[in-house]
């Protein structure tokens, strides 16, 4: 459930959402694509349509209140998301080291 007074899920599967939309969102897009603006422009439906599938809309929440909550979640998720990779990025010394060791689902021209 994600009540309309309270911009997150709540309830039993809450997390499971929140993974999904994790899931979904690091499935769909690449850091090629640049900022989020432009990633949301040319994948918001993919996503939302993922999404849209695999839960259900009930509880009175409009369905376009539940899009615009959805891609803002995707977006907290994409900048906690770059900011440890760049965590991860700070801890080695050259980018030799930083390319030996990236994230196995990374192309190296990500």
């Not at 009540?3 to 690449?30: F, K, Q």
Request: some cysteine; overall charge neutral.
């Amino acid at each position: 459930m994600i009540p309309d007074d309270i911009d997150r899920a709540v309830g039993p599967g809450d997390r499971d959402i929140v993974n999904y939309y994790g899931l979904t969102m690091r499935s769909i897009i690449s850091f090629r694509e640049g900022k989020w603006q432009k990633i949301v422009l040319k994948y918001c439906e993919a996503m939302w349509l993922r999404v849209k599938r695999k839960f259900e809309v009930c509880g009175g929440l409009h369905e376009h209140k539940l899009q615009g909550f959805v891609i803002s979640s995707m977006q907290r998720l994409f900048r906690a998301w770059k900011a440890q990779l760049h965590t991860d990025y700070l801890r080695y010394a050259t980018d030799e080291e930083r390319l030996s060791h990236r994230p196995e689902d990374f192309q190296l021209e990500d």
